[in-house]
């Protein structure tokens, strides 16, 4: 029985890294549209501390921001998975981690404020150590080193919000998101696009 499960749990690692090398599973624009989207977000929140607006009508705007660029991101999958010519077992694999990932971020962000368990100077570095772990696993899965080692300036960045901790955390979180995924999110799509011309040419 155990042989058994041993030689499942090769075939399915092998399934990934065959799945991994035949295509180019992440073609980069969830990074790049949570990228932006958080970015304005925390440009917003950043405004709207130095102007002394509300902590609630803050909260408010978070929550209308993030479940809109959901329902949008959403429907780009959708529409993404209608395009795609195959879907493998590593892009389910993605798309589990992501979606899990974003939950956790949104319990982070939302109900552990509203609850009181931390001060919301915390909320950006605990989503930085949320997200290096998601990076990590992401790189390793899609097996491109330089994707994974982005989760060593997230966790850098998330050590360095926890020991200064003060409104301008806001503006470093979003200096992050642009270098850490939206233009990261750029590379992936750029990779993604010259795949995808290989793989017309060779066809």
């Known amino acids: 029985m ?83 010519r195959v879907t493998t077992f590593t892009t389910r694999i993605m798309g589990s981690l992501w979606f899990a990932s974003g939950i956790a971020m949104f319990i982070y962000g939302f109900l552990g404020t509203v609850t009181k368990a931390y001060s919301p100077v915390f909320i950006c570095p605990v989503i930085s150590t949320s997200l290096g772990i998601s990076y990590f696993t992401s790189g390793a899965i899609q097996q491109i080193k330089w994707l994974q080692n982005i989760s060593y300036g997230w966790w850098a960045g998330a050590a360095f919000m926890f020991v200064f901790p003060s409104i301008h955390t806001l503006l470093v979180f979003a200096v992050m998101m642009i270098c850490f995924q939206v233009i990261p999110g750029f590379i992936l799509n750029k990779r993604s696009k010259q795949d995808l011309i290989s793989q017309n040419y060779e066809l």
Request: aromatic share 10%.
């Open 2 to 84: 155990e042989t058994r499960n041993a030689e499942l749990e090769l075939s399915l690692i092998k399934k990934m890294m065959e799945d991994s090398r035949r295509l180019n599973i992440d073609n980069g624009i969830h990074y790049i549209f949570w990228g932006m989207l958080v970015t304005f977000a925390l440009l917003i929140n950043y405004s709207m501390l130095l102007l002394k607006v509300s902590g609630n009508y803050i909260g408010l705007a978070w929550f209308i921001l993030m479940i809109a660029g959901a329902a949008a991101d959403g429907f780009i999958g959708r529409k993404q998975s209608k395009s795609s």
